[in-house]
């Protein structure tokens, strides 16, 4: 791995709300609305950061029906900067908040925090 891709990698892990982003993204797919509630932020605030870490490869998005769903990218833990980012995600999920969060996350549901969008 080059020291420009390293970089990259760990100036994209650390601003907290994207990588709270990314080990919510490592359970499961979910959608805007539903990282929103799980982990507390606006949904902006989580749009804008799933878009950088959409464009820089970290996380894929796909249509669900009215929902636009994020995962993890399983390209981005393949590729040679996967393990420093598998190595982050772990470390970083042994913090208590982050337990919160993780509970939050396995708890949240659709239909319960998500409005339909206007005209369905």
Do not use: F
């Amino acid at each position: 791995m080059t020291l420009d891709e390293t970089l990259r990698v760990l100036n994209l892990l650390a601003e907290p709300n994207r990588l709270r982003l990314l080990i919510a993204l490592s359970q499961r797919r979910l959608c805007v609305c539903e990282l929103s509630a799980a982990l507390h932020l606006r949904q902006t605030v989580v749009s804008q950061h799933l878009r950088v870490l959409r464009d820089n490869g970290l996380v894929i998005n796909r249509k669900d029906g009215l929902w636009v769903e994020y995962e993890m990218s399983p390209d981005a833990l393949q590729r040679p900067s996967g393990k420093l980012l598998r190595s982050v995600l772990a470390e970083a999920g042994r913090d208590e908040a982050v337990s919160v969060d993780l509970k939050s996350v396995a708890e949240v549901d659709r239909q319960a925090v998500c409005r339909k969008p206007k005209g369905t």
